[in-house]
């Protein structure tokens, strides 16, 4: 049988197990992904966690937001969530259950509006998440990060939090069954207030940019790269570029972080004004 890449000494090894037990014990107790994620830092260092509910037809429930100052839960439920790599790989059923954010955000992703609006404030250095897949419309998501000053996770880290996956997924699963009917006790209000934000973002502006500009303008915001953007549209970077400049000029707008903010400002209209052909239309016709 081949070593584990990381050997636990006996203290280490209790100090885990007793930690699991707590979680165990009071799996139905809406503290045990706390208690979770404290365990798991037995194993690996993190810096800070979250346990996070990722659904396709509702906006996603926060059971744990352990960030620091500077990226605010409140503002990925509000509406951010929805230009996350994490949960564009959820829609597309593409999110692996062991995850380095790395391997799976695309090239230009730290330097998106996206990250820089969430993260401002937070040098983080690594991301790991465990993924729980509930069914193909859930799953329960969990980061585990470290920040400035800290070392990035290690090929040993991401060995032992690999290793332990699956007794963290059962967890969850367990959890999720004795807590489910708690967190979604208000589904139909979530589901409208998602519905209203995927409105936006599917048609904004759709009366002034033409179909293949609203697919570079979205692949922009996730964090695509021009290279990046061409491959995925099967045309040139210079083409890229053109639309680009296209986009700008039909925004009056000088850079991607304008056209960010005209995004975030579209998706705090009130439902009953965005749900009209174009948000960015109606945004800008409220301006005038």
């Not at 959820?90 to 730290?110: E, H, M, R, S, V």
């Not at 585990?144 to 963290?168: C, H, N, P, W, Y």
């Not at 304008?258 to 400002?265: A, C, R, T």
């Amino acid at each position: 049988m081949p070593e584990s890449p990381t050997t636990l000494g006996t203290g280490a090894l209790k100090a885990w197990s007793d930690g699991f037990a707590r979680v165990i014990d009071t799996i139905a107790d809406v503290a045990a992904p706390r208690r979770l994620c404290r365990s798991i830092g037995e194993l690996v260092p993190i810096d800070f966690s979250g346990v996070f509910v990722l659904r396709r037809h509702s906006a996603p429930i926060a059971i744990l937001d352990d960030i620091p100052p500077g990226a605010e839960a409140i503002s990925y439920l509000e509406s951010l969530y929805l230009l996350d790599p994490v949960y564009d790989h959820f829609l597309k059923g593409t999110l692996p259950t062991c995850a380095l954010l790395d391997d799976i955000c695309p090239d230009d992703f730290y330097e998106s509006d996206y990250f820089l609006k969430y993260w401002s404030n937070v040098d983080i250095v690594s991301e790991f998440s465990i993924n729980t897949h509930i069914d193909e419309d859930t799953v329960i998501h969990v980061p585990l990060s470290r920040i400035g000053g800290s070392k990035r996770f290690s090929q040993e880290d991401i060995d032992m939090l690999t290793a332990i996956s699956a007794v963290v997924v059962a967890t969850l699963r367990k959890f999720w069954q004795a807590r489910r009917a708690d967190f979604e006790s208000d589904a139909e209000k979530a589901n409208s207030f998602h519905a209203h934000l995927r409105y936006v973002m599917d048609n904004f502006g759709c009366s002034i940019l033409t179909a293949r500009e609203m697919d570079i303008m979205q692949l922009t915001m996730r964090g695509y790269s021009d290279k990046l953007s061409a491959r995925e549209l099967d045309i040139t970077p210079g083409t890229v570029r053109n639309h680009k400049k296209s986009i700008f000029s039909k925004l009056h707008v000088s850079s991607q972080g304008q056209v960010f903010g005209l995004l975030l400002d579209a998706l705090q209209l009130p439902a009953d004004e965005a749900m009209g052909p174009d948000p960015l239309a109606t945004l800008l016709e409220r301006r005038n």
